[in-house]
Structure formats: C-alpha cells, structure tokens
C-alpha cells in the first residue's frame, strides 16, 4: 500500500509539473505580478486603450519600469514628490526584467477587447412617484460644491459642509439655512451636539500623499485639534467602543497610494492618542457592530484602493482587534459604499455594497458597476446572491420606505451612463419580492438640476416615514456632455430633499 500510494504522489506531482511547464510564460508573470497584493483584475474588464495608455505605464513604474512619456512625478510640487518617494509604491530599481516586463506587457494589450462591453441598464423605469421633490438652494451663488451631507435628527436640520470648509445647518420646517462656521478645508464629516461642534477636514479632495486632513472640535468662540496629519480623511466615527465611557474616534483615512483607518484614544488628560489599526489605502466608510456576539462592538470597514475588500475587526481586549478580510472585488471595481443590514431578516448582518467609482485611470463604462447583495451565512461568511447593474454606482442606503417589511433601495450613481441613461445619477428600488429578488425602478427625470453626489435619509418632517436627501457637487471629475455641465454651473439647487409620500 505505502509503495503504491508513493508512486501514485509521484504520478500526481509529474502531472502538476508537466502542466506547470506547459504554461505560457506570460500568463505565470500576469499572475505572480498582477495578483501579489490585490486580485488580478480580469483583462476583458477594459479595453486596450485604457490598458495602454493608464494602467500599464503606472503598473511599469510600480515595478521599477519607466515608460517613454510618463512619470509618477511628473507635474508634481517637490513637496508631493517627497511624499510619493516616502511611500515606496515606485521602486527606484526594477523589480522585474525588462524582458518579462515587455511580455507581460503584450499579452495583456493581446488579450484585452477593443472596446468595452454594453453596460445599459435595460430595467423598466419611471419618473419617481414614492416621493415629493424639493430643491433646495442654501445661498444665492451657481454650482454647489457639497463634500458632506447630514440629516441631523437631533437638532431636526440637515448639516452640509463645503469643499471651501463652510459648515451651515438647514432647518427644513422653516427653510432656514444658519452659517455654523468655516474650517478653510473640505469639509467630510461633521456632527452638533449642544455647544459643540466636530468637524474633521479632508485636507486635499484632489489625489495627494502629503497628509493635511484634521478633526476639530469647536466650542463657542474656541477650538481644538483633536487629531492633525490625517491621509484624506472620508468618515469619521464617534463611538465608545470598549464601554469605557469615552468615546474613541475611528477614522477612515482614503489617502492615495497609501491609506490607513486609524483610532484615537482619549487619555487621563483629555487628549486623544492615536494609531493605525488597518494599513492600506482607500478607507471610505466604517461600522461598528457586534459581529460575533461576545458583547464587545467590533468595526466593518471599506477599503476602495488597490486590494478593495470588506473587512472585519473583531475587538479583543484593551481596543485591540483581529483583522478578517471577508469581500474581495476586483481593483477596477470602484467600490464605493456599503450598509450592513439584515437583508432576509434571518438575524444576522448582511452587506449591501455598491461599486462604481470611475474617477481614475479607467473612465469607461462598465458592466460590472452597480449594487450587490451578499448574505451572511451566520458565521460572517458572505455570499454574493444578487447583482444589480448601475453605471457609476457611488452610494446607497437601505431602508424600507415603503414599510411593507422588506428593505427598499435608493442608490446614487456619480458617474452614470450619459449617452444612454444620465436619468440614472438617482435610482429607487421598491422592493416587491424580496426573495427573489424583484425591483421597481424608479427615477429622477430633472437630470439639469444638478449633478448629485452624497445621499443620506431619516424622517426629516416627522411624519413617521423615511425621507431622502441628495446634495450636490459641481465637480468635473470625468468628462460629461457639455448641456450638462452648463446647466450644473448655472443651478442654484444645493440639496433635493425627497419627502415620502407614505404618510
């Protein structure tokens, strides 16, 4: 028996090897290369052009490779150069021989398409009927530029920061807009309790590694700085997570090339201390939630740069945490936001995620934008069982509007499909079966108003149902038709507020 199952191993690893040998260089160097740090993105995902022209000269300078005609630092102050070189992304020796690199290079410009695949979405739509619009305009100047948007139940208002760093508030009863202060940066998340004003800037909203981003608290005619030199901060998080009685401040830092989620601790003294408890770029938005059921609140967190994942952090002892990476997407992905919610109500949090980003290297439309829905099996394993395609899908919240005992969805799209379907910058998925997974679209006819870009819901008139709010950002990220971008520049409509008509 042992002499047989030997020879059968050795069988076994002959066969592996000879197919081992039988591979095609080029398709090992894409693979060892192109998945070390993230998924291999698949080639047929972009067409040529982007391949040629965007991905590769910038994936050759990551390897230590130049490319006639590009520079990471090219246009760059001195100062973000000094940063970038910091960072370590672009080697300053070649990590690959020129040789495997030219190969690498021609069998991925062979293998991608010509042009991308349709990505129409070809859903039955209609003009939105579940809610009364209201445009908003919260000064008397063109174009908004919005960074942040919150319905402040509390207070009754809606909070909206600026990119220029003005923070105001927006009584919906009596349509009154009160300046709250300026923060001279773009502003990402601001919250009002009493007195107090906490607001955390995100330094620079262009791609930038040299770190600029604060939190502040403001009191009155005073201020302090509770954390400085935060890496584009995005999301910002309020929570006493060990029960303690202090609040900890977790931060999503977005950054660029490199990103981090970092944790500020109150000390004895009232100051906060912090530290990075997940380091890697593109942190966009963290929940806290007991995960596993030990009591403890653990932290669920997006990352949308490079490896874009979903992870879990399950809090131990003294605020420390195991990291579970429990999603993976592909790097063009552009994945956006997320809600965690019980989807088929089973008792265990789902993971709703849009991905849709579409402001870098990879302009183009593209089929695998949109909503997905992936179900916990009760032992924080997600399976992705639906997919809903929207172009340029950058934010969703999920609530059931229509309180009918499902959840319904409305999603924003930053960078929808202009030529076939610029209607859909704003969806609304009235749930009607939720198990199988049927939706009514419907959507906002107005596509001039303006071009819409954070979202956030709660019963603004208090009705007892969920409204929507929409803000807007006269933003030229990517290309747009030319009608749009005028009509943008010459709207005075700051925020769409979407009453629901339930009730």
């Known amino acids: 028996m042992g002499f047989k199952f030997i020879s059968a191993f050795l ?32 080639i047929q995902d972009l067409p040529k052009d982007i391949w040629k022209h965007s991905i590769l000269p910038d994936m050759a300078a990551r390897m230590g490779v130049e490319t006639e005609g590009y520079h990471p630092y090219m246009n760059l102050s001195f100062p973000e150069q000094l940063a970038i070189i910091k960072t370590g992304i672009y080697p300053s020796k070649a990590i690959i021989d020129i040789e495997d690199w030219n190969l690498l290079r021609d069998y991925i410009i062979k293998m991608a398409p010509d042009s991308s695949k349709s990505t129409s979405n070809e859903n039955k739509s209609i003009p939105i009927t579940k809610f009364k619009l209201t445009p908003v305009s919260l000064d008397s100047a063109f174009g908004s530029l919005y960074t942040f948007l919150k319905i402040d139940t509390l207070n009754k208002s809606i909070i909206a920061g600026t990119r220029k760093g003005e923070l105001t508030s927006y009584n919906f009863a009596d349509n009154k807009n009160t300046h709250i202060g300026y923060f001279n940066r773009a502003i990402t998340d601001a919250r009002v309790l009493d007195d107090s ?30 954390a400085d030199s935060l890496h584009r901060p995005v999301h910002t998080l309020y929570k006493d997570l060990n029960g303690n009685g202090n609040e900890e401040i977790i931060i ?18 009232g100051f906060y201390k912090g530290r990075i408890i997940l380091n890697i770029p593109g942190c966009t938005r963290t929940i806290s939630r007991d995960m596993n059921n030990d009591g403890k609140e653990d932290l669920v967190v997006l990352a949308g740069q490079g490896d874009e994942s979903i992870y879990i952090l399950y809090q131990k002892e003294n605020l420390e945490f195991t990291v579970d990476k429990v999603i993976r997407f592909s790097p063009v992905y552009g994945s956006s936001w997320f809600e965690l919610v019980d989807y088929n109500a089973d008792g265990y949090q789902d993971i709703i995620t849009v991905n849709g980003d579409n402001a870098d290297k990879s302009f183009v439309n593209k089929p695998f934008h949109g909503m997905r829905i992936h179900i916990n099996d009760g032992n924080n394993n997600f399976e992705e069982t639906y997919f809903y395609p929207l172009n340029g899908a950058t934010r969703v919240v999920a609530n059931d509007f229509d309180q009918d005992g499902d959840l319904d969805f409305a999603l924003l799209a930053t960078f929808p499909d202009y030529e076939n379907h610029p209607e859909y910058n704003f969806v609304y998925l009235e749930n009607v079966n939720s198990g199988n997974y049927v939706f009514n679209q419907e959507h906002l006819a107005d596509i001039k108003m303006a071009r819409w870009f954070l979202m956030d819901a709660a019963d603004i008139d208090g009705d007892g149902d969920q409204d929507i ?8 990220f990517t290309p747009v038709p030319e009608y749009l971008e005028k009509a943008w520049s010459k709207s005075y409509t700051d925020l769409l507020i979407l009453e629901n008509k339930l009730h």
């Open 11 to 42: 069988l076994l690893f002959l066969f592996i090897s000879c197919n081992t040998e039988k591979r095609p260089r080029e398709v090992v160097l894409y693979e060892n290369y192109c998945a070390s740090c993230h998924l291999a993105p698949n």
């Open 197 to 226: 004003v906490f607001v955390t800037t995100m330094g620079s909203l262009t791609p930038s590694e040299i770190p600029m981003g604060k939190t502040i608290l403001k009191l009155k005619n005073s201020s302090a700085t509770l």
């Open 252 to 269: 999503s830092e977005f950054g660029d090339l490199v990103g981090k989620l970092s944790l500020y601790e109150k000390n004895n003294f």
């Open 469 to 476: 709010v929409l803000s807007a950002l006269t933003y030229s």
